[in-house]
Nanobody
Framework: QVQLVESGGGLVQAGGSLRLSCASSGRAFAQTFGTAYMGWFRQAPGKERDFVAA????????YYTDSVKGRFTISRDSAKNTLYLQMNSLKSEDTAVYYCAAQRNYYSDYTRRPGYTYWGQGTAVTVSS
């Protein structure tokens, strides 16, 4: 059973920074980093869960939704089985529950939720203005 566990959320003032972590564990944990993409999604109250960022296991290419480009950075440490999301210059509209996700099988559209097999439980980020 693969498990993804996020941490690092909290309350921060606008303009501040947070770093989210997503640790993978379980007997088949290697699968989470044996897949094409890992990513971060977020869900604001009353809204859909939307794509934020993804990183390719093949070449570490990174992809971001337009609203976070230049402010957020996705990275991974395979040795630690951990995915990160560095969030800088936070805005009130970044307030959401953030979820990490991993593909088990390659799915080319990394922005779509159905392509991801494994999900964490989420960590809440609140940005006060």
């Amino acid at each position: 059973q693969v498990q993804l566990v996020e941490s690092g959320g909290g309350l921060v003032q606008a303009g501040g920074s947070l770093r989210l972590s997503c640790a993978s564990s379980g007997r088949a944990f290697a699968q989470t980093f044996g897949t094409a993409y890992m990513g971060w999604f977020r869900q604001a109250p009353g809204k859909e869960r939307d794509f934020v960022a993804a990183i390719s296991k093949i070449d570490d290419s990174t992809y971001y939704t337009d609203s976070v480009k230049g402010r957020f950075t996705i990275s991974r440490d395979s040795a630690k089985n951990t995915l990160y999301l560095q969030m800088n210059s936070l805005k009130s509209e970044d307030t959401a529950v953030y979820y990490c996700a991993a593909q088990r099988n390659y799915y080319s559209d990394y922005t779509r939720r159905p392509g991801y097999t494994y999900w964490g439980q989420g960590t809440a980020v609140t940005v006060s203005s």
